[in-house]
């Protein structure tokens, strides 16, 4: 054993070159493991961060297409509302208009109405004046005959005179007629 201790010793005093060095390769075999299994890992946490991005920048220009989706709508909304108070207003504007039509038609038809009313009452007062007249004008005859008829009693008597009577009540009520 002394001839092994010796060598034992001999390559101990020797030195080593530090590749030789067991430490020295479990480093390198370590650091060859975590490059490896690091470049795996970074690469599964970069694609990882990629996808997160990826999904990060679909939802942002799906916001952003919704808030133009919803400005469009906005803006058809505004337009439509624009129009809906354009069309109250033509529509108020065409019932004032209609409602003045009206109210002129109206003031119209009572002044045609009343000047019908006032012809006619004309009419009727004229057509009264008319008959009154000539039931005054046949009262007064007859008045005149009956006057007339006296008169000539009293004054012509006898059958000639009723003849002559009634021969004067002809005539006269054939010329006052």
Do not use: W
Request: hydrophobic fraction near 45%; glycine fraction near 4%; aromatic fraction near 4%.
């Amino acid at each position: 054993m002394s001839t092994a201790l010796a060598a034992d010793a001999a390559g101990q005093a020797a030195p080593h070159a530090f590749y030789e060095d067991p430490t020295f390769i479990v480093l390198i075999c370590f650091i060859i493991t975590f490059a490896l299994a690091g470049k795996a890992v970074y690469t599964k946490i970069a694609e990882a961060l990629d996808a997160r991005s990826e999904g990060i920048r679909d939802e942002i220009e799906e916001a952003t297409k919704l808030r133009e989706d919803a400005q469009d709508l906005l803006a058809s909304f505004e337009r439509k509302q624009r129009e809906a108070i354009k069309d109250a207003e033509a529509i108020t504007e065409r019932a004032k208009s209609e409602a003045d039509f009206m109210r002129k038609k109206s003031a119209e038809d009572l002044e045609l109405m009343m000047a019908r009313r006032e012809r006619q009452a004309k009419d009727r007062i004229q057509h009264a004046e008319i008959q009154a007249r000539d039931e005054i004008q046949n009262a007064a005859i007859d008045v005149a005959t009956e006057a007339a008829k006296t008169l000539l009693a009293a004054q012509v008597g006898g059958k000639k005179g009723e003849v002559l009577i009634d021969n004067a009540i002809d005539e006269i009520s054939d010329k006052l007629n």
